[in-house]
């Protein structure tokens, strides 16, 4: 248990559908991200929210949409997504101290398996 | 090519040996991070280091800056060990972002 919660673990779409994403984290951790993980490729970072505003946005279409209420949850909306989206999505959290968010650890959850048809 | 290289990308072994898994990369760090990812996805972390060596359990992580080389070894592996192991650095010019190698399997037979 990492104190990082996704769900859900596992979700089916077709290319019409409207689903989100939630990932929860219990770490008192200021900084939340979106990792995209497909077959046989390095991790790619998605977004970086850093006390609950958008710091990164790594040229990612239109059709994700991230939502963060409050430094605690993160949402992944998606819509009208294409059959080579189909990957897991990881999100993490990290606390936020001077040195650059890639020098703290980071904390994963579990990542939702996204198919889309 | 990638600005993270790991070798092996996959390794099988029997349980108890010494395992060593590598990670090359091309541009200054600030730190690199030695990740495990179990069946089933979820990442935990294992290591930050930015110099030297660090132990946890059956498990040392040693960088060498000069040669731009980190090696995760493990010791007196056993079955449990098996998961994807993904090294990821820290560029000395964007704090902010990692760049990940495409990780090596490791498979750990009894």
């Known amino acids: 248990e990492t104190g990082v919660t996704q769900t859900p673990r596992h979700l089916v779409m077709g290319m019409t559908n409207k689903k989100s994403l939630k990932c929860e984290q219990h770490l008192g951790h200021n900084a939340m991200y979106w990792y995209k993980q497909s077959a046989k490729k390095p991790l790619e970072l998605m977004f970086v929210y850093n006390f609950k505003e958008q710091t990164e946005n790594n040229s990612v279409p239109s059709r994700f949409s991230p939502e963060c209420p409050n430094s605690s949850h993160l949402f992944l909306h998606l819509h009208t997504l294409q059959p080579e989206d189909s990957a897991l999505y990881l999100c993490?959290?990290?606390?936020?101290?001077?040195?650059?968010?890639?020098?703290?650890?980071?904390?994963f959850g579990s990542g939702t398996q996204l198919s889309v048809l | 090519k990638n600005e993270v290289e790991q070798s092996p990308q996959n390794l099988t072994a029997q349980e108890g040996e010494f395992i060593t898994i590598n990670c090359s990369y091309s541009?200054?760090?600030?730190?690199l991070h030695w990740l495990q990812q179990h069946p089933g996805g979820g990442i935990v972390s294992l290591f930050m280091?930015?110099?030297g060596k660090k132990k946890h359990g059956r498990l040392i992580a040693t960088i060498n800056i000069q040669e731009k080389h980190s090696s995760l070894h493990i010791t007196a592996s056993h079955p449990r060990d098996s998961a994807v192991y993904i090294c990821a650095v820290s560029g000395s010019y964007n704090t902010d972002k990692l760049i990940f190698g495409t990780g090596t399997r490791l498979q750990v037979f009894p």
């Open positions: 280091l930015s110099s």
């Open positions: 993490a959290s990290s606390q936020d101290e001077a040195g650059g968010l890639a020098n703290e650890k980071l904390f």
């Open positions: 541009v200054g760090i600030s730190a």
